[in-house]
T-cell receptor
Framework: SQQGEEDPQALSIQEGENATMNCSYK?????LQWYRQNSGRGLVHLIL?????REKHSGRLRVTLDTSKKSSSLLITASRAADTASYFC??????????FGAGTTVTVRA | EPEVTQTPSHQVTQMGQEVILRCVPI?????FYWYRQILGQKVEFLVS????????KSEIFDDQFSVERPDGSNFTLKIRSTKLEDSAMYFC??????????FGPGTRLLVL
């Protein structure tokens, strides 16, 4: 299985702090994607990083990918209360199906 | 910005009944998917659909499941004879190519 596994399972931070979560996977990928899910809601695509990319930015989000270690990290800078959600990494081997990890639940305290 | 829509938002059914979950993918997307998330568990891939046929399916997607694109806009998931363990949130998704997927808000299915 090439499922992503996130670490930590849960993270609680103060508003304004940075939040970092990691994802590890097992086999070769075409790309890795990060999604956000607010409680009981659908998944929102945040960012996609291809296997030949090492770092990508989108607003307050920074994603890194290390294919030699089969790992990725998602950094949310200057967190806000609205960032409270579960964050999932999902790996894509180019076969049009995503394998999701169990997610990191982030709580941003005001 | 265009979004994937799903109906109904909630469905309660008796074990053994058939349910049809409906989705309207983003209009210029070519690839369509169903995923599900059992409460407290990972999001799991069920099936992908392209060019009017299934391109991939998981072990979960057994003979009780079927998908259809009955017209140019809808994409449906049918569960023929629901089981208790089919209770989950079902997400439809679509994409133009192998990029980020646009997910719908989900249908919460409860089988009693």
């Amino acid at each position: 299985s090439q499922q992503g596994e996130e670490d930590p399972q849960a993270l609680s931070i103060q508003e304004g702090e940075n939040a970092t979560m990691n994802c590890s996977y097992k086999t070769s990928i075409n790309n890795l994607q990060w999604y956000r899910q607010n409680s009981g809601r659908g998944l929102v695509h945040l960012i996609l990083i291809r296997s030949n990319e090492r770092e990508k930015h989108s607003g307050r989000l920074r994603v890194t990918l290390d294919t030699s270690k089969k790992s990725s990290s998602l950094l949310i800078t200057a967190s806000r209360a609205a960032d409270t959600a579960s964050y999932f990494c999902a790996t894509d081997a180019g076969d049009y199906k995503l394998s999701f990890g169990a997610g990191t639940t982030v709580t941003v305290r005001a | 910005e265009p979004e994937v829509t799903q109906t109904p938002s909630h469905q309660v059914t008796q074990m053994g009944q058939e349910v049809i979950l409906r989705c309207v993918p983003i209009s210029n997307h070519l690839y369509f998917y169903w995923y599900r998330q059992i409460l407290g568990q990972k999001v799991e891939f069920l099936v992908s659909f392209y060019n009017n046929e299934i391109s991939e399916k998981s072990e979960i997607f057994d003979d009780q499941f079927s998908v259809e694109r009955p017209d140019g806009s809808n994409f449906t998931l049918k569960i023929r004879s629901t089981k208790l363990e089919d209770s989950a949130m079902y997400f439809c998704a679509s994409s133009r190519t192998s990029g980020g997927l646009g997910f719908g808000p989900g249908t919460r299915l409860l089988v009693l």
